[in-house]
Every structure is written in structure tokens, then in C-alpha cells.
T-cell receptor
Framework: DTGVSQDPRHKITKRGQNVTFRCDPI?????LYWYRQTLGQGPEFLTY????????KSRLLSNRFSAERPKGSFSTLEIQRTEQGDSAMYLC???????????FGSGTRLTVV | AQSVTQLDSQVPVFEEAPVELRCNYS??????LFWYVQYPNQGLQLLLK??????LVKSINGFEAEFNKSQTSFHLRKPSVHISDTAEYFC?????????????FGAGTRLFVKA
């Protein structure tokens, strides 16, 4: 198993464009999480899936953000009409059960210019 | 709701000196506690965790943390640090409950080990 994979590693986009990130979790992990990390801060929770069901969304996740996990495997996070404030590292993590802790991917760094 | 406070944003220390990174949490329910480490340009890695039982937990690279319920703390310690321990360390808490949950992270403590 190669761990949690995120693609792309870096994304530079113009304000107002849409972007989509992909996360491939560890195959047997049924839980998948998206976090956002800005410089000098800890990761902030965005949303979480158990299998294909999205069970919780943060208030940080405005209506410009949408996440899917269509078959309970990989997940996508889409940001529509990007703003400069969306610039951050977007982290994906997966776990089997909550007490095991998370396995994080290396993240996608988004820069909105 | 849970919250985590890491009391020091940066901790400079000389190599081979002891270090303590402080973490306090608040929660109305029982929790699991974690420390994660993030090296430059990498994702977070789980360092150690407290689930239940012995309040002192240890990692494979010499770090340890002690759960103190009365003080709602989970401080991370190492008796002798190495240059390679330079990284950002995040304390995290998640509620012990079934169904949906999320892990809340502190703002991080940057450990800088000097030669």
C-alpha cells in the first residue's frame, strides 16, 4: 500500500476559476477526511465521509465547496469561483476507525492569483 | 465541542537538551488524544496517541506524552532532542463517540533544534 495519495501536489489558478483535487485513501480505510491548513495554523476540518456517505461538513465549507466520494473509494474536492482567501494546503486523510488516528496525504497546495 | 490549545508557537532548544511541548484541551465528553509531526513540505504523521489505560504513551523515536485528566493536558516530552526532530508538532483531540466525528487540531508548535 502506498498510503494516501493526493493530486495535484501544487495548483496555481486565477481568481474566479474552478479547481478540483483528488484524494486516494488507503484501500481498506472506510473513513476519509478533508482538512485545510493555512500558514502557521493547524489543519481545520472541512468534511468527512464514511464509505460514500458525507456525514459532516464544517461551516468553513461554503457553498462554493463540494466534496464527493462516489464509490466509497477516492474522493474529490471542488472549489468553484476561487477567491484569494482559498489559498491554502488542502489535506486529505483516511482511517479505519477513529481510535487509530489518521494517515495523511502530502496535500495539495492551492495558490489563487 | 472540543478545542485544543498549544501554549507555545515556537520552541528553540539546543541539541541533546530536554524539551516539553505543551498541550491543553477542553471537551465535555471523553476524548482520544494525539500528537502529529509535520516535517517541511510533508503531510502530518501520527507520532503517538492516548486511547485508554496507561496515561503515559511513548513513540518509537523517544517522545512520550502523559494524559492528565485533572489538568486536561497532554504534554509531549523528549529527554534529549536531535537536529532531526526539527519540525512542527500538532496536538489533536477527537471525541469518543460512535458515528460521525472529527479530530480537532491545535495551531502547532514549531520545534527548532540548534547545534
Amino acid at each position: 500500500d502506498t498510503g494516501v495519495s493526493q493530486d495535484p501536489r501544487h495548483k496555481i489558478t486565477k481568481r474566479g476559476q474552478n479547481v478540483t483535487f483528488r484524494c486516494d485513501p488507503i484501500s481498506e480505510h472506510n473513513r476519509l477526511y478533508w482538512y485545510r491548513q493555512t500558514l502557521g495554523q493547524g489543519p481545520e476540518f472541512l468534511t468527512y465521509f464514511q464509505n460514500e456517505a458525507q456525514l459532516e461538513k464544517s461551516r468553513l465549507l461554503s457553498n462554493r465547496f463540494s466534496a464527493e466520494r462516489p464509490k466509497g473509494s477516492f474522493s474529490t474536492l471542488e472549489i468553484q469561483r476561487t477567491e484569494q482567501g482559498d489559498s491554502a494546503m488542502y489535506l486529505c486523510a483516511s482511517s479505519l476507525v477513529q481510535s487509530y488516528g489518521y494517515t495523511f496525504g502530502s496535500g495539495t497546495r492551492l495558490t489563487v492569483v | 465541542a472540543q478545542s485544543v490549545t498549544q501554549l507555545d508557537s515556537q520552541v528553540p532548544v539546543f541539541e541533546e537538551a530536554p524539551v516539553e511541548l505543551r498541550c491543553n484541551y477542553s471537551s465535555s465528553v471523553s476524548v482520544y488524544l494525539f500528537w502529529y509531526v509535520q516535517y517541511p513540505n510533508q503531510g502530518l504523521q501520527l507520532l503517538l496517541k492516548y486511547l485508554s489505560g496507561s496515561t503515559l504513551v511513548k513513540s518509537i523515536n523517544g517522545f512520550e506524552a502523559e494524559f492528565n485528566k485533572s489538568q486536561t493536558s497532554f504534554h509531549l516530552r523528549k529527554p534529549s532532542v536531535h537536529i532531526s526532530d526539527t519540525a512542527e508538532y500538532f496536538c489533536a483531540v477527537s471525541a469518543r463517540r460512535e458515528g460521525g466525528f472529527k479530530t480537532i487540531f491545535g495551531a502547532g508548535t514549531r520545534l527548532f533544534v540548534k547545534a
